[in-house]
């Protein structure tokens, strides 16, 4: 396995993955809704406020994760996980898992120093992730599923509270990923 960044260049077999993951998973709407999202976000990957991380086996995309930023009034370097697919073939191999940890270090080597996803709690729980009151950092829209804004620090230190509503990428201001 090798994991590594990705560029605009890869756009159409990471979205092709997200697609074909998501319809296996969940149905063709969300799968078309998940492979759009992920166009769009390939289209904007800029290695900065949009990050795509990837891992390859043979030459082949496996699996693949977006990392987005989100901007407070308070100078804090804040990233979101999401989303996160991995070929239906290759889950439960620990793929997903070593690739947000590839990419979790890349996020600490550029100091930043929190981690949020919204996702499901028993499996970021493995990779650290902890439930994350709104009332330490709020999430950018209203959630659907509260359970599921968990929090990471990328430092020795605890996530200290961060006042206001945070503003995410456009590609995510939209109340149907919430």
Request: hydrophobic share 40%.
């Amino acid at each position: 396995m090798n994991h590594k960044i990705l560029d605009k260049n890869s756009q159409e077999e990471v979205a092709s993955l997200f697609t074909s993951t998501f319809t296996s998973s969940e149905g063709e709407t969300e799968g078309r809704l998940i492979g759009k999202l992920v166009s769009e976000l390939s289209s904007a990957t800029d290695n900065q406020e949009i990050i795509c991380f990837g891992t390859y086996e043979e030459g082949s995309i496996i699996g693949s994760i977006f990392f987005t930023r989100l901007r407070f009034n308070e100078a804090i370097q804040v990233y979101m996980l999401a989303p996160v697919a991995v070929m239906t073939k290759h889950q439960g191999k620990g793929v997903g898992q070593a690739l947000i940890k590839f990419a979790l270090n890349e996020l600490k080597n550029r100091s930043v120093t929190v981690a949020i996803t919204y996702g499901d709690p028993s499996f970021y729980s493995k990779l650290g992730f902890k439930a994350l009151p709104e009332n330490v950092i709020q999430a950018p829209l209203k959630l659907s599923m509260p359970e599921g804004w968990l929090g990471k620090s990328l430092t020795e230190a605890a996530i200290l509270p961060v006042i206001g509503r945070p503003t995410c990428v456009k590609e995510f201001n939209d109340p149907v990923y919430w």
